[in-house]
């Protein structure tokens, strides 16, 4: 494994962690109001501008199109070699290192680790300059989610016993296309559920549901969670992904269908079974599905004498 | 029968450990959420998915054992995690069909 500076690992990470990075977006944590300049200002201008601001960079912009960056250090060559009437375009750094909106947190951890710059330039899809992102936007955002995760952790150390099967919660990070890791959540159940001695038959039927759902993600979607609650009489499963959706939930649900491509086919996914499987081993099936995500809830009782 | 026992009779290659388990069926096919869905307890999977996740289906469908048809070459992965597992992989050059025959008749499953 190779050593990093920020020391976030698939395999290691807390789940909190690896959600907050890989599952927002840098659009939900950047700085949107942006102080730029206009490439005709002086370098004076400039200067009194990050004096004014407190700010040790800012984006050089024509009708929302990023040209370039300018920092502290350029305004300091300016001023060493006497220059501080020309234009900014002049001292700029150009072609400047930018992010895109639509990139996970993970992507500008990243540059902020093979990059040594302190902020970087956000642009949309059409190349506009929307945001800024520092390091410090990325600290805030995790405090925050930390404080609602943790506070949630918090609760439950309150409220649940943990020693019988009662109230045990897990959850599993699910990424597109990463077939190696799925099946994770639904082994990882079924050892636990055999561990309590349920019955073969209840166990197959978590895991298939389990499984199938965890595949839907890995193959259909862009990502999400698989949350699976074990109280003393069910299982419950809640699958949550950030989308495409699902267009038709009646055709999806029909045995046979699938949009997967011949090369997921050719791995032996893609039968159109695994909605009708999942449908067919439960006790409870619900599915809401919007652009912005399939969340599916599936429960599957546990009879009193397991 | 065990997977011992069963290899004896169908003499096909054994790429992994041989672990002791119970073989009572036999189960053949390609689509995975088929095997999830329908593929009895203790038993051997027939196919040509010859990749790790049909060692994690294999897993939770409670199969014991994997024949890959046709001569299919198993990836790197796949053998420590069949192993892991508890799953003994076969290698045949026959396919499918022809695998499935061999085995009902070792296991004496055609009446
Ligand atoms: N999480 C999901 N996000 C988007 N589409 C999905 C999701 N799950 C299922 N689908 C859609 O429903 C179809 C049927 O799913 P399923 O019955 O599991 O069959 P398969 O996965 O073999 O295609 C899929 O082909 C896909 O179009
Ligand atoms: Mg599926």
New interface residues.
Partial sequence: MIKKLIPVYENQTPLVVLELIQGHKISEIMSRNVVSVKPDVTMREVKLMMKDRGISGMPVVRQKRLLGIISVEDLLNALEDGLMDDSVEKHMSRNPVILEEQMPVSFAIDYFENYSFNRFPVLNESKELVGMLTDRDIIMHMIKVMNGEIGRLEELAKHGHHTEIGNVIRRYAVVQND??N??KA??EI?ALLQEHDVD?KII?AA??AI??LE?NQVVHSLGGEIVCRISDDHVEVLARDRGPGIKNIDLALSEGFSTATDWIRS???G????LP?IK??SDDFRIKSSESGTEIKVIINLPEDS | MNIKELNDKLKFELLTKCPDSEIKKAYTSDLLSDVMGNAPDDSVLITIQAHKNTIAVASLAGINAIILCNNRKAPEDMLPAAESECIAILQTGLNQFDASVTVARALDLCS
């Fill in positions: 077939f190696k799925a099946g639904s082994s079924k073969r197959r895991a298939t499984y199938e595949i791995m032996g996914f039968a159109g079974m695994g499987n067919r081993v």
